[in-house]
């Protein structure tokens, strides 16, 4: 299948969503496990939360210049870890603040094929899942999922770049919805600055790839957005609010 839209790409378009309070510059050392990475902070080692469940070998890896926030009541970790630069600005792997960012583009409306909407739910229930909103538009409902595409093949997004079955089971049941007779939505956060695309990673997960054509097929909305972390004001703005999908 072809793009889903096409258009000239342009960098003029930002709209900043959140200020990211208290962030300071770190240097990865190596992630330790699935949720944690050391860092080097103020010349110091450290441990750093990672909320993304993703491989994220392009970002993660020895040495790169990265983005955290102090945890005031820390436990095991004295950090987050919520970007990682990505030439002059930041790639944003940090999930929560992905989606935060994303309600605060619904909210202001900067994301024109949802005017008009508003989050009546978060983790709402959908059969045997939970997807991450459930949003009133006008007078019908839309269930939406997010997903984090932190991976990067030229001007592409991609997602995922690990099997997920968790992934496969939310496409499964918007897919079921939809075509029951009503609304899904799957939104691809390309979290990363100079993307102009977005496109499954086939290699990543080709079960994935393929529920996402049927999915397309029977109705569900295959949208992404772009955005990234700008750490000279330390703000996190929306780049393209429709971003191009080629499935």
Request: aromatic content about 8%.
């Amino acid at each position: 299948m072809g793009s889903q839209r096409s258009k000239t790409y342009n960098r003029n378009m930002r709209k900043p969503l959140l200020k990211i309070d208290n962030a300071a510059k770190c240097t990865i050392v190596k992630r330790l496990n699935k949720f944690v990475a050391e860092v080097i902070v103020k010349g110091k080692k450290a441990k750093a939360y990672v909320n993304n469940t993703g491989r994220l070998i392009e970002y993660l890896g020895e040495g790169k210049p990265a983005f955290c926030i102090t945890i005031q009541n820390p436990k095991k970790t004295s950090y987050r870890l919520f970007a990682v630069k990505d030439g002059n600005l930041g790639a944003i792997i940090d999930t929560q603040l992905q989606m935060r960012a994303f309600e605060r583009a619904v909210e202001f409306g900067f994301i024109p094929w949802l005017r008009g909407c508003r989050i009546i739910r978060r983790n709402a229930r959908l059969g045997e899942s939970l997807v991450d909103y459930l949003l009133g538009c006008n007078s019908k409902s839309l269930y939406l999922e997010i997903k984090s595409a932190v991976l990067r093949e030229g001007h592409y997004a991609m997602y995922p770049d690990c099997p997920s079955l968790r992934g496969r089971r939310h496409v499964s049941e918007l897919t079921t919805h939809v075509r029951k007779g009503g609304n899904g939505a799957i939104v691809f956060i390309a979290a990363m600055p100079k993307v102009r695309a977005f496109r499954p990673y086939r290699s990543g997960d080709p079960r994935m790839h393929e529920l996402l054509l049927k999915a397309h097929e029977a109705g569900v909305a295959i949208k992404s957005v772009s955005m990234y972390y700008d750490p000279k004001d330390s703000q996190v703005y929306l780049n393209d609010p429709d971003l191009t999908v080629a499935l």
